[in-house]
């Protein structure tokens, strides 16, 4: 789950991070007000959508005048911005963040992520803030210090002084850093963050500051913390991944033509390459995870008749947890409540997969029911074609 920049800042404050000023604005009519409680002649308004990459897209705007302000608030307000991030849709700018103007005197990179290769939580730290990681990581990779933390153990100041010589702090600016780096390692483990990124952290008369604030948040950890539910922000979210989180389907619109049902990340993706190698592409992923019932079956195909580029469906379902004829039946619920027209095809592995492929066999409905997955793709992909 994403939140916005200053609900971010919200929370670093929380743990003794230091940020700029800012005051939150929904309307052009609250921007003098805002610089009236800021001060100073400087100011940047920012955009706050779920995205990257703003400031190269217009979405984050220096100011030294308070007529400034206002154009850019009513610039943005209302729109909708565009970055390699939001897709060609991009997103809605409902709200934005007027900060007070910063000298900056350095920038730095800093962030914590899971290195799922490791196991581990791993610090991310550069000389070079202001730069996306992966452009760092290809231009400068020797410029990136990485330091990984074990997870049975914790984050100690010695680590953390180690880090702040590596970026070449100097020694005045040791303990700030070392309670910055700290806070954020307690909102990762606190909070069951998967992202939390500074970028940049930069330097100032003698002061470290977040500039910026990103965090990210693991969706499965949401209901332990209520607080943190409470930031989620549709309007910033696809609509047909938002419904189906309701019924617990992970949905996520591609631009292929094959609609995809199956059970399992790993096993989506394998379908997905499947679809790729025979020659056609998938128009969606979607996981009905391991609990499938007739009602998330029903859901998921009325997700998938939704894409206007979807020219037919296939099913791929391993059958452990659940068996096979029990999905089997969900499926043929779901059709008697939603209709179909569309070509279908339904690979079925696991328990009692001949009883569930039996039942879809003898049902009447456009389906074509298989045991073999190469089989089933290469079906299908004839099928939409």
Request: charged letters at 20%; one cysteine or more.
């Amino acid at each position: 789950m994403h939140i916005h920049e200053y609900q971010a800042k919200d929370l670093f404050r929380q743990f003794n991070i230091q940020t700029p000023r800012g005051v939150l604005i929904h309307n052009t009519d609250m921007a003098f007000d805002a610089c009236d409680v800021l001060g100073g002649e400087v100011w940047v308004v920012k955009a706050q959508v779920h995205a990257g990459g703003r400031g190269k897209s217009g979405g984050v705007i220096l100011c030294h005048s308070i007529k400034a302000v206002e154009a850019a608030c009513r610039k943005l307000l209302g729109s909708r911005i565009i970055t390699e991030q939001t897709g060609p849709k991009g997103l809605p700018i409902k709200q934005v963040l007027v900060e007070e103007g910063q000298n900056i005197e350095n920038e730095l990179y800093l962030s914590l992520l899971i290195d799922r290769q490791i196991q581990k939580i791993t610090i991310l730290a550069a000389t070079e803030g202001g730069m996306d990681i992966e452009q760092m990581a290809a231009q400068m990779p020797n410029k990136i210090i990485k330091f990984s933390i074990d997870p049975l153990g914790a984050l100690n100041e010695d680590d953390c002084s180690k880090i702040a010589t590596q970026l070449q702090l100097k020694k005045p600016l040791f303990t700030q850093f070392t309670t910055i780096l700290l806070g954020l390692y307690k909102i990762f483990v606190q909070k069951d963050a998967s992202l939390i990124e500074i970028n940049p952290l930069i330097i100032t008369q003698g002061q470290l500051i977040a500039l910026d604030a990103k965090i990210d948040f693991d969706d499965n950890a949401l209901f332990r913390h209520e607080d943190i539910s409470k930031l989620r922000d549709n309007s910033q979210e696809d609509e047909k991944a938002i419904q189906a989180c309701k019924y617990q389907l992970s949905y996520l619109s591609l631009d292929g033509t094959i609609g995809c049902m199956v059970n399992g990340a790993g096993l989506a993706m394998a379908t997905m390459d499947l679809i790729k190698y025979y020659g056609s592409s998938a128009a969606n992923f979607l996981d009905v995870g391991g609990s499938t019932t007739a009602q998330s079956v029903a859901k998921a195909f009325e997700l998938i008749q939704t894409e206007a580029n979807v020219r037919g469906i296939l099913i791929n379902i391993f059958g452990g947890i659940v068996r096979c004829d029990l999905i089997a039946k969900g499926i043929l619920q779901a059709l008697e409540k939603v209709g179909l027209s569309l070509p279908v095809v339904v690979r079925l592995e696991g328990t009692n997969a001949t009883q569930g492929l039996e039942l879809l066999d003898k049902s009447g409905f456009n389906i074509h029911p298989e045991s073999d997955l190469n089989k089933a793709t290469i079906k299908i992909v004839t099928l939409a074609k």
